[in-house]
Structures are given as structure tokens and as C-alpha cells.
């Protein structure tokens, strides 16, 4: 499976403090590369954030993570993200990261739209819906 399969992509480089003590990329890192990914990929699809959906924000119920090869400080990677599994009130994101073509790590978070004034699931905002019919189409 190839990037092509990914609606977007996002580029980082492997900062020193994603390093933990063995000399490689940390369990936390990682989930820091998905969220600066998600982030990007939200506000490419409009004005959207991970605390404004158009109307409510959204909550990650889990969080999945597959480690392939080893990352190190200063590797250039890439982020594929892509929306699937779309529902009344939520939706995953699924991810996965390359290191020069090749596959490092891969996974997934379900997000849950989430109004944070009532502290309860919503339904999906009919902009953000769109938006995301959009690139759920497109894969």
C-alpha cells in the first residue's frame, strides 16, 4: 500500500526530543507525528481544528500504533492521512509513515465529534460532513 492511497500528506523531520533512551523514535513521538498530521489535514479541509469542527470539537476515543522499522533524529518523514469509516458522530483517521518510500509505522484514531460545553457526542457538522465526504470519495 502506497501513499497514493492517502488523501493527505504532511512532512516532518525527527527532532531530537522525539528520542527516547534507545536511540530511536518514542511511543509518544509517534502519536505527536499522527497529531500534527491530523491538524494539517483538518485545516486543509477548511477552517476546521481539532476544537472547532464547525460548531463542536473532536475526542479520540483509542488510538492504535503499528511500528515497522526504527525512526531516528533527523529522518525526513512522511504522513499519509486519510478519513474512512464515516458514522453519525464520528469517523477514523488512519495513518501511515514513510521514510524514503519505505514504511516506518502505521495506525489509527477514531475521533468522536464531541460538544465540549453539553460534555457529550454530537453528530458530525453538515460543513465538516462534506468536507469529508469529499476525501472519502476521493480515495
Known amino acids: 500500500m502506497a501513499m497514493d492511497n492517502y488523501s493527505f500528506e504532511f512532512s516532518c523531520r525527527v527532532s531530537i526530543g522525539a528520542v527516547n533512551y534507545g536511540g530511536h523514535v518514542s511511543n509518544a513521538a509517534v502519536l505527536t507525528f499522527f497529531q500534527d498530521a491530523r491538524l494539517a489535514f483538518l485545516a486543509d479541509l477548511g477552517p476546521f481544528s481539532e476544537v472547532d469542527v464547525g460548531g463542536c470539537g473532536l475526542i479520540m476515543s483509542e488510538a492504535h500504533l503499528y511500528y515497522r522499522q526504527e525512526m531516528f533524529h533527523n529522518d525526513r518523514l512522511q504522513i499519509g492521512v486519510r478519513a474512512v469509516g464515516l458514522r453519525r458522530s464520528g469517523f477514523t483517521l488512519e495513518y501511515r509513515i514513510e521514510r524514503e518510500g519505505q514504511l516506518t509505522a502505521e495506525g489509527d ?31
Do not use: H, M, N
Open 109 to 139: 484514531t477514531p475521533l468522536v465529534c464531541f460538544d465540549y460545553q453539553r460534555r457529550k457526542p454530537c453528530r458530525i457538522p453538515t460543513e465538516f460532513l462534506a468536507a469529508l465526504t469529499r476525501v472519502v470519495a476521493a480515495d
